[in-house]
């Protein structure tokens, strides 16, 4: 009988760090059996106490946590330790060495990467952009874009872009539907906009088709399912892509945090050779 582990991720912010990290942490281990208990906005030592009598309770807890506070840290640290409790901080030791290179004392402020500055309200702009530009819509002032993706449909272009704003980048994507779907003001792209095209393999997309029409309680039986079209599509969009020189991402086996990751590393690319 496999163990289920008892994971607390605690923060003292809204714990969007520590959900990451744990995600990747847990992606690396194939028979991680867990139940996982978040505590957002930790701040004092009640909540500390009271996360501690929690866990205490259930055999085989674990603490993973996010503070920058040195007291309200060492208070975990030392009740957890206290109730034989395996705890782990992931970003002391990281703090403390960036400080010791950088010759500066951290300002162990919590929340500080979700402060109202410049770069926030530039995302919520790539953000509000990047919503008035989908599947499509908006094709006069695309030029305006960071980046531009297209695909024929169900190639995850809404997610991927909708991630990339959440980045910071304002962008747009166009479904290809057939050789009139390209606007002609990015065919010479001369303002040197990052476009990316986006394919997948038909009988993968076949399936993502089928259940987004089951969604929609449509007939699954149509030329928007059939291989034969579907491999067209495939094929002319790549043919698209070919003609003017747009770099290409396979996205069957690709999650969108990875499309996304690719389509980053092309736009800084394409910047530096501006």
């Known amino acids: 009988m496999k163990i289920t582990h008892q ?9 969007e760090t520590i959900e990451r990290i744990f995600t990747a942490l847990k992606a690396q281990f194939s028979a991680f059996k867990y139940k996982k208990y978040q505590f957002s906005f930790t701040r004092t030592k009640n909540q500390i106490n009271e996360i501690i009598k ?3 309770k259930n055999k085989n807890s674990l603490i993973l946590y996010t503070l920058v506070d040195s007291d ?5 640290i030392k009740e957890a330790d206290k109730n034989n409790i395996p705890c782990f901080g ?17 300002l162990n402020i919590p929340s500080r990467q979700h402060k109202l500055n410049d770069e926030y309200y ?6 509000q952009f990047t919503m008035t530009h989908d599947d499509g819509k908006n094709l ?18 809404t997610p991927t872009s909708i991630y990339l704003a959440n980045r910071g980048f304002k962008t747009s994507n166009i479904p290809l539907i057939d050789k009139n779907s390209v606007p002609e003001n990015i065919k010479k792209n001369e303002r040197n906009i990052c476009i990316v095209g986006l394919t997948t393999d038909p009988e993968r997309l ?7 029409l089951r969604t929609l309680r449509e007939n699954e039986k149509s030329s928007y399912t059939n291989l034969k079209k579907i491999s067209e599509e495939v094929q002319e969009a790549r043919k698209t892509f070919k003609k003017y020189k747009w770099p290409v991402i396979d996205v069957t086996r690709k999650s969108v ?8 590393k092309i736009y800084e690319i394409s910047k530096k050779n501006v």
């Open 140 to 157: 006069k002032d695309i030029e305006n874009s960071d980046i531009i993706i297209l695909g024929v449909s169900r190639t995850s272009k």
């Open 122 to 127: 530039e995302r919520v702009e790539a953000i």
């Open 257 to 264: 945090e990875e499309t996304a990751a690719s389509i980053i």
């Open 72 to 76: 309200l840290t060492s208070h975990l």
């Open 90 to 106: 992931v970003l002391g030791e990281l703090i403390k060495n960036f400080s010791n290179i950088l010759k500066q004392d951290a």
């Open 206 to 212: 076949i399936d993502l088709r089928k259940n987004r």
């Open 7 to 15: 994971i607390y991720l605690v923060s003292d912010s809204t714990g």
């Open 54 to 56: 929690n866990s205490s």
